[in-house]
T-cell receptor, first 109, second 113 residues
Framework: RKEVEQDPGPFNVPEGATVAFNCTYSNSASQSFFWYRQDCRKEPKLLMSVYSSGNEDGRFTAQLNRASQYISLLIRDSKLSDSATYLCAANTGGFKTIFGAGTRLFVKA | AAGVIQSPRHLIKEKRETATLKCYPIPRHDTVYWYQQGPGQDPQFLISFYEKMQSDKGSIPDRFSAQQFSDYHSELNMSSLELGDSALYFC????????????FGNGTRLTVT
């Protein structure tokens, strides 16, 4: 079992839709979690850090459920420019951050 | 703002050759990470350094080695290259360890022919 697992998608949604991604982690000692956005052949870019129960930044909301060991990312009012791969990451202790395989999102006009 | 700088951007090598990738972290970041990302794959953690000492190791082949220098830049050395080593190699840096988010460089695209 992978340490961080995500639904690979792809998710195909129309503009304006709300879409949610889930991510599960296996290491219960993980303390910090992150969502990154990655465009094709580019570097992952930090979208949001999640340390406690959740975080919100504009149209993006992340939730953390430690009991069930999952993190979610909600995108409201999807834009065409939100089309990308969304990577979930967990710090598994020390200096090691593990990434999920990513969820691909396509937002269509 | 200064970002993580990686060089070269592209590298083409033949099988059994060696390659050296360089990474300059964001100023004052004390932790450097190396990741390998194959086509359609997630970034695979290779190795990390904190304050110039190796801190954690992931799925890094024995043919690869890395170090962090006194100026905090890091180099990933890859020997006896194989076709399967063709991938994007990202360096990332963070401030004071794993609980801080990683900031990635643009990556080095290595092609082994």
């Amino acid at each position: 079992r992978k340490e961080v697992e995500q639904d690979p998608g792809p998710f195909n949604v129309p503009e304006g839709a709300t879409v949610a991604f889930n991510c599960t982690y296996s290491n219960s000692a993980s303390q910090s979690f992150f969502w990154y956005r990655q465009d094709c052949r580019k570097e992952p870019k930090l979208l949001m850090s999640v340390y406690s129960s959740g975080n919100e930044d504009g149209r993006f909301t992340a939730q953390l459920n430690r009991a069930s060991q999952y993190i979610s990312l909600l995108i409201r009012d999807s834009k065409l420019s939100d089309s990308a791969t969304y990577l979930c990451a967990a710090n598994t202790g020390g200096f090691k951050t593990i990434f999920g395989a990513g969820t691909r999102l396509f937002v269509k006009a | 703002a200064a970002g993580v700088i990686q060089s070269p951007r592209h590298l083409i090598k033949e099988k059994r050759e060696t390659a050296t990738l360089k990474c300059y972290p964001i100023p004052r970041h004390d932790t450097v990470y190396w990741y390998q990302q194959g086509p359609g794959q997630d970034p695979q953690f290779l190795i990390s350094f904190y304050e110039k000492m190796q801190s954690d190791k992931g799925s890094i082949p024995d043919r690869f080695s890395a170090q962090q220098f006194s100026d905090y830049h890091s180099e990933l050395n890859m020997s006896s290259l194989e076709l399967g080593d063709s991938a994007l190699y990202f360096c990332a840096s963070s401030l004071t360890g794993g609980n801080s988010p990683l900031h990635f460089g643009n990556g080095t695209r290595l092609t082994v022919t």
